[in-house]
């Protein structure tokens, strides 16, 4: 607790910093002057833009690091935090809105976890930030939001129906997002039309607090699909990624690429080679490539199953070969 202060007391942070020292500008703020490492939580900030606080149903703050890009370290500020009862320092919290700041009592570390979320620097890069769970040591004196954020105490995985892209926004202006969507809504409308059912799959691993964003599940096959609106290498690269992260939590017989073309030959080699299956648009319809079933593939013995119409037998083949390829309209 700090000397003259109570929870509750509302103050400017100038005159803080003119009593206990610290850093006037960062969100937290260690002293050489007292034994105290101070912390400040701005509710307005971007999630994970550092400065946020918000109160978590386990009754705890949950407070992100300071660093505003690239992925955040345990250096200065949070590094404080980090160590503060090594350190013999108290840990004490301030929440600042536009007309002062509101001392919030003594915290201790209960414990951290990382999360994604947007660089302030530019927006369309995700970086890995820091969230601190603060213990209060006392009832808070004011009314915080709600953290943005939980962690998963086990694995979860939560089924939504599809919606239709093209229900969703008619306006959608053409774009590789609105390109992913349309091949998306013409694929699960062929599967369909042939009798599988479908929805959309999301994933929250355990001590995790973000779910992947959500792959379709055709739930008659039991295939786990990933929808890329290009077949670039990265495009595929990254596919495969998702895939073989979503696969460790469904028992899924076969793992699918969903492209709007067919990959070039050495792509294909890949997707075989890692025992992925892939689907894509020609001018007769869908076609579909099997992955390798020899031993060269790390599928192998995996037994990924025929999902096509009975009437269709499967096979396997090199990418530079018709073999392997089903085509249905």
């Not at 833009?49 to 918000?54: D, I, M, P, Q, S």
């Amino acid at each position: 607790m700090l000397d003259g202060l109570t929870p509750g007391t509302h103050l400017p942070r100038r005159e803080i910093h003119q009593r206990f020292g610290g850093r006037p500008q960062s969100g937290i703020s260690p002293s050489s002057r007292a034994r105290v490492v101070m912390f400040f939580a701005v509710t307005d900030s971007p999630v994970g833009a550092g400065f946020f606080g918000g109160l978590g149903d386990d009754g705890y703050l949950h407070y992100f690091g300071e660093g505003q890009s690239g992925d955040q370290q345990f250096t200065q500020g949070n590094k404080a935090v980090l160590n503060h009862q090594q350190d013999g320092r108290s840990l004490e919290g301030f929440v600042s809105g536009p007309t002062g700041t509101t001392y919030l009592g003594e915290f201790i570390l209960a414990d951290y976890y990382r999360v994604d979320a947007p660089d302030p620097t530019n927006p369309h890069l995700q970086r890995q930030v820091i969230v601190f769970r603060l213990k209060p040591l006392g009832d808070l004196p004011v009314s915080l939001p709600m953290a943005p954020y939980a962690l998963a105490q086990a694995p979860r995985i939560e089924a939504a129906p599809l919606i239709p892209h093209t229900e969703r926004n008619q306006n959608l202006r053409r774009s590789s997002r609105a390109e992913k969507n349309e091949l998306a809504d013409r694929y699960t409308q062929h599967l369909q039309r042939i009798g599988h059912k479908t929805s959309m799959l999301s994933f929250l691993p355990s001590e995790e607090a973000q779910p992947f964003s959500p792959s379709l599940w055709d739930d008659t096959a039991r295939e786990l699909v990933e929808i890329k609106a290009q077949v670039t290498r990265d495009q595929i690269r990254s596919a495969i990624g998702s895939l073989l992260d979503c696969a460790r939590f469904v028992d899924a017989a076969a793992l699918v690429l969903l492209v709007p073309t067919r990959p070039r030959p050495d792509l294909l080699a890949l997707l075989k080679h890692t025992g992925i299956t892939v689907v894509y648009e020609d001018d007769n319809g869908w076609v579909r490539e099997e992955p390798a079933t020899d031993n060269t593939s790390p599928a192998a013995g995996a037994g990924p199953v025929s999902t096509a119409p009975a009437s269709l037998a499967l096979g396997t083949g090199d990418s530079d070969s018709d073999e392997g390829i089903t085509s249905w309209p």
